[in-house]
């Protein structure tokens, strides 16, 4: 299974009953393996998670730490971009250069890199030393 299809389906489980705005994220980690996760709001906002943060949780969970690349969609007129905090756990994850593909469910895609995406990424070397 691909990216592309891995978040299109898993975007179909996701759990959004209040924004009804389901997103669907695919990550290939470095052996190749792909994980995917959903959005899933809860009512006391802002206690959901991203379906960024799921795919990455997925990949923690079988035991990787490295992503190699990214396909996030929703159903949305431009392709959905992360949020601010899924750009930074993406940079805890991945290196500047890896790809990540924005789509919308009508097939419109848009590829950045992290580092296009987080410029000035907050990461160890701020924290060396301590």
Known sequence: MELKDA?????ENAHAPYSNFKVGAAIRSASGAIHA????????YPE?????????AAMVAAGET???EVYVVADCPEPVTPC?????KLAEF?????????ANVK???????????????F??????GR
């Open 37 to 44: 996760g959903c959005n899933v709001e809860n009512v006391a």
């Open 84 to 88: 601010g905090g899924c750009r930074q």
């Open 66 to 68: 490295v992503l190699t």
């Open 7 to 11: 978040a299109l389906k898993v975007r």
């Open 123 to 128: 990461d160890t070397s701020h924290i060396e």
């Open 107 to 121: 097939g419109v895609e848009r590829r950045m890199t992290i580092a296009e995406l987080l410029p000035g990424a």
């Open 48 to 56: 959901g998670t991203c379906a960024e943060a799921g795919a990455i």
């Open 94 to 102: 991945g290196n500047g250069d890896v790809v990540v593909t924005m």
